[in-house]
T-cell receptor
Framework: GESVGLHLPTLSVQEGDNSIINCAYS??????FIWYKQESGKGPQFIID?????DKRQGQRVTVLLNKTVKHLSLQIAATQPGDSAVYFC????????????FGKGTKLTVNP | DAMVIQNPRYQVTQFGKPVTLSCSQT?????MYWYQQKSSQAPKLLFH???????NEADTPDNFQSRRPNTSFCFLDIRSPGLGDAAMYLC???????????FGNGTRLTVT
């Protein structure tokens, strides 16, 4: 089945810097990807999604980049703020078109003031 | 605000004592999911309902059951909790299969 992995389990940045969180997926047939933010003691919160017919999508201070050639997904956060401190998960649609999402292991982002 | 609500936020049960976690949604979504999340790990799907159609994951233990009496409510029953079942249990919804999931804030289960 699909496996989704993150390159770094932790990331520490200074307030105001840009953050980049990376993710790799295994199934070249996956066509839907989501980034979630999970703060301590809360459920995952939707940040941004992207379908495979796009290679870039922008939201408010966030950008998702998709490189289907190398099966790589990244989340860029501009001007990172202390409130961005959380665990970030990428998720990809499962192999075989079952439309279930498989989550990666998560990157813990710490923003230092 | 439309949302996914899980009760209770914290649940303590004894080893082997049945426990039920509940989830309600005001989004009127067709699909409801239950995930298990252990410390520092990704959420793991246990099962989901597409409307009334129950879909169990192959590796979900028989100890875990679910009920969905109507569109708004879904329950997770753990028949005989073991110490290894201590985790955060997350309920999520989506309007249809393949869409973004909307999560509740979870129930943290402790087994003593």
């Amino acid at each position: 089945g699909e496996s989704v992995g993150l390159h770094l389990p932790t990331l520490s940045v200074q307030e105001g810097d840009n953050s980049i969180i990376n993710c790799a997926y295994s199934n070249s047939a996956s066509d839907y990807f989501i980034w979630y933010k999970q703060e301590s003691g809360k459920g995952p919160q939707f940040i941004i999604d992207i379908r495979s017919n796009m290679d870039k999508r922008q939201g408010q201070r966030v950008t998702v980049l998709l490189n289907k050639t190398v099966k790589h997904l990244s989340l860029q956060i501009a001007a990172t703020q202390p409130g961005d401190s959380a665990v970030y998960f990428c998720a990809a649609e499962e192999e075989g078109g079952s439309e279930k999402l498989v989550f990666g292991k998560g990157t813990k982002l710490t923003v230092n003031p | 605000d439309a949302m996914v609500i899980q009760n209770p936020r914290y649940q303590v049960t004894q080893f082997g004592k049945p426990v039920t976690l509940s989830c309600s949604q005001t989004l009127n979504h067709n699909v409801m999911y239950w995930y298990q999340q252990k410390s520092s790990q990704a959420p793991k799907l246990l099962f989901h309902y597409y409307d009334k159609d129950f879909n169990n994951e192959a590796d979900t233990p028989d100890n875990f059951q679910s009920r969905r009496p109507n569109t708004s409510f879904c329950f997770l029953d753990i028949r005989s909790p073991g110490l290894g079942d201590a985790a955060m249990y997350l309920c999520a919804t989506s309007s249809d299969r393949g869409g973004a999931l909307h999560f509740g804030n979870g129930t943290r289960l402790t087994v003593t």
